[in-house]
């Protein structure tokens, strides 16, 4: 009845009803109308006062925002461009046109991933229009809204996997940000340079600029730039120096880096930060053998990009739920859900960290007999390897192709040799003594199982006495126990 009431109504009378109810709205139920600017936002949008309803959108959008209301505010954030796409240009309007489509930026890239074509559509669209402000002589009065964009593309290149790309919009991002000499943009830069650098190899530098980022961040001045840029910039500087710590060979400091991570996302109240930290530490706790803490954020994580909506998360803690299920022996259980948490995840575009998940199921199909899907998968991820320039954990996906190379019913001990080989020698070119001691254990193992011992003994021995720290973590407890057998 109620619809058919309405639907009997002149477009005119319509307008003018919804008119005086948001009138009525904002003069009787001021603290309704203040709570909730999409009820009113509707409301002036039924009623034609497009610019009101605008305004009220974007304002809606941020609070969805500010409450990790993710799928809420693209909805809200995208209304309210619609809103002045329909109004004449001002350069009053233009500018909150910019400040709405940079806004939208950072609810998508965790909604549909930051490499989604509707995310790199609004990085695009939010670039574009602040150089035709600048143009027009009306540059944003705010100038990290640039820097938001710019942000946009390096995460776009980066979740997309473009190794000189990314690399190169990082640096890119860092000497605007030095010529312009504010603290903001060179944390930033920092955080990116030191991320790009990490996952193409470079290893200590890439632990440099991560360092250099963490030194400028404030608490207080800087914690509310996550619902600017996505992601709180120390916890997530912190996951990546994680890695880049565990890589180089210090696993006690990059546990203690991962803790700080989840105390720092937690504390920040941002829910985007806190999934960001929570699929990063993962791989550290898996690293260090800290596997009850592993599991923990593995299962906080999906629930989370279950109630957000958040494609990208839920594919990753898929993936890590799989590793978890790798390392407690049930390799089935394992191949299900790393496959079909790759598949979610290319499904949003991404293609980070490809190689690193498919050396994990690599070994879990080998582990069942299914040695041609092993293979496969190795031969995938060099390929995307040497396509992308991820070579991060090149010396691991070899590593993992000799083992398999022993797992095969020839046994092929010199297919197995050649490959551990490479793996040594690229960790040692990359100075990553993680990946070294473990490519060290398992050619050792091989020459011990050959009557190699001492060779077995003197490879692995000055690889484990580099090491400071750390010793109960669980490869260093494995080097320690395959010295003794050794020396035996």
């Not at 906080?300 to 407690?328: I, V």
């Not at 199921?361 to 092993?374: F, K, N, P, T």
């Not at 990946?435 to 199982?449: P, Q």
């Not at 003994?457 to 490869?475: C, I, M, S």
Request: aromatic share 8%; with cysteine.
């Amino acid at each position: 009845m109620q619809d058919a009431a309405y639907g009997t109504l002149l477009r005119e009378p319509r307008r003018a009803l919804h008119a005086r109810i948001a009138e009525t709205l904002e003069s009787q139920f001021a603290e309704i109308a203040e709570r909730q600017p999409e009820l009113l936002a509707r409301y002036c949008t039924e009623a034609a006062l497009i610019e009101k309803a605008a305004g009220l959108w974007g304002k809606a959008g941020q609070r969805s925002l500010e409450r990790s209301a993710l799928v809420e505010a693209v909805a809200q954030f995208t209304r309210a461009l619609a809103q002045i796409g329909a109004l004449p240009g001002t350069p009053e309007l233009r500018r909150e046109q910019i400040k709405l489509q940079v806004a939208l930026i950072n609810p998508l890239i965790h909604i549909k991933g930051p490499a989604a074509p509707e995310s790199k559509a609004a990085i695009e669209c939010a670039h574009l229009l602040i150089e035709q402000a600048e143009a027009l002589g009306e540059p944003p009065e705010d100038p990290l809204l640039l820097f938001s964009a710019l942000y946009g593309f390096w995460i776009a290149s980066h979740v997309a996997f473009n190794g000189d790309s990314a690399r190169e919009l990082a640096a890119q991002f860092l000497a605007r940000a030095e010529r312009q000499g504010a603290t903001v943009p060179l944390m930033i830069g920092h955080r990116l340079l030191g991320t790009s650098w990490l996952l193409t190899g470079t290893i200590a530098e890439g632990q440099a600029h991560l360092d250099h980022a963490l030194t400028l961040y404030d608490p207080l001045e800087h914690r509310q730039l996550a619902k600017r840029f996505g992601h709180d910039i120390r916890s997530a500087a912190l996951c990546f120096r994680s890695w880049a710590t565990w890589l180089l060979g210090y696993p006690e400091a990059a546990l203690a880096d991962a803790d700080h991570a989840l105390t720092e996302a937690r504390e920040t109240g941002h829910v985007a930060s806190l999934m960001h930290t929570l699929g990063h530490v993962a791989f550290t706790f898996c690293e260090c053998g800290s596997y009850a803490k592993a599991r923990l954020v593995v299962d906080e994580l999906a629930p989370f990009a279950d109630d957000k909506g958040t494609l990208l998360w839920k594919a990753l803690a898929m993936m890590n739920q799989g590793w978890l299920f790798a390392l407690a022996g049930q390799a089935a259980n394992a191949v299900h859900n790393v496959t079909s948490g790759l598949s979610m995840w290319q499904s949003t575009g991404a293609r980070v960290w490809i190689p690193f998940y498919l050396s994990l199921v690599s070994e879990a199909y080998a582990a069942i007999g299914q040695l041609d899907d092993a293979w496969r998968c190795i031969g995938e991820a060099t390929t995307a390897i040497q396509t992308t320039k991820e070579n991060w954990c090149e010396a691991e996906v070899d590593r993992v192709a000799g083992e398999i190379a022993l797992m095969s019913p020839d046994l092929d001990a010199a297919k197995a040799e050649a490959h551990f080989e490479h793996a040594l020698a690229i960790a040692r070119e990359q100075q990553a003594k993680s990946w070294e001691l473990r490519a060290a254990m398992s050619m050792a193992r091989l020459w011990r199982d050959q009557g190699k011992r001492q060779q077995a003994h003197d490879l692995l021995a000055p690889v484990y006495g580099w090491f400071t720290e750390g010793f109960d973590t669980l490869d260093l407890k494995e080097a320690e126990a395959l010295l003794e057998q050794l020396t035996a």
